[in-house]
Antibody, heavy 129, light 107 residues
Framework: EVQLVESGGGLVKPGGSLRLSCAAS????????MSWVRQAPGKGLEWVGR??????????DYAAPVKGRFTISRDDSKDTLYLQMNSLKTEDTAVYYC????????????????????WGKGTTVTVSS | SSELTQDPAVSVALGQTVRITCQGD??????ASWYQQKPGQAPVLVIS???NRPSGIPDRFSGSSSGNTASLTITGAQAEDEADYHC??????????FGGGTKLTVL
């Protein structure tokens, strides 16, 4: 069974740091793109950032609000994805989900697609003084 | 623009058909995907690509698109379909984008 389990959330003061983990099982970890998606209380989903697979170049991309503050990495020996969050702001308060991503082109005429097929249950981050 | 727009709330009578829409320029060249999210739970993928349902998703859920608008249709809505529905697509930099979500109420 494909499974993602996040951990590491908690209460942190503004300006502080936190590292989230996402333990993966049931699939070949380094063959997939993976993202972090967050949801602030009462709000919609917001993509945070992504780590491409080894065949995709293992590059990272980040949403503008977190670029320069957040870093995504992974440990293949532990099948674990990480989100290092520094210089945290109150607006970073949210439930953080990790996902596996599928992206490509299909059809005639071609159409792009991008979807998150597996989601973890999430971990809550609260940034407050 | 990479933004996706959804109606904040939609309601449907039990057993009737409801369409939830998602608008954005990126949808002219990219399929929308749809996620169902119940209170306190993680989102669940219900539609991807042209109209693909993952295993376990009832066939009353279907997807379609026209121009810059994608739609999720629930044919014969059930009480358990009451949830938030989020659409997503990708921008020109292959970055995922989400709509603001639609709260579906089944009356």
């Amino acid at each position: 069974e494909v499974q993602l389990v996040e951990s590491g959330g908690g209460l942190v003061k503004p300006g502080g740091s936190l590292r989230l983990s996402c333990a993966a099982s049931g699939f070949t970890f380094n063959n997939v793109w993976m993202s972090w998606v967050r949801q602030a209380p009462g709000k919609g989903l917001e993509w945070v950032g992504r780590l491409k697979s080894e065949t995709g170049g293992e590059t990272t991309d980040y949403a503008a609000p977190v670029k320069g503050r957040f870093t995504i990495s992974r440990d293949d020996s532990k099948d674990t994805l990480y989100l290092q969050m520094n210089s945290l702001k109150t607006e970073d308060t949210a439930v953080y989900y990790c996902t596996t991503d599928q992206a490509g082109i299909t059809g005639t005429p071609y159409q792009f697609y991008y979807y998150m097929d597996v989601w973890g249950k999430g971990t809550t981050v609260t940034v407050s003084s | 623009s990479s933004e996706l727009t959804q109606d904040p709330a939609v309601s449907v009578a039990l057993g009737q058909t409801v369409r939830i829409t998602c608008q954005g320029d990126s949808l002219r060249s990219s399929y929308a995907s749809w996620y169902q999210q119940k209170p306190g739970q993680a989102p669940v993928l219900v539609i991807s690509g042209k109209n693909n349902r993952p295993s376990g998703i009832p066939d009353r859920f279907s997807g379609s698109s026209s121009g810059n608008t994608a739609s999720l249709t629930i044919t014969g809505a059930q009480a358990e379909d009451e949830a938030d529905y989020h659409c997503n697509s990708r921008d020109s930099s292959v970055r995922p984008v989400f709509g603001g979500g639609t709260k579906l109420t089944v009356l």
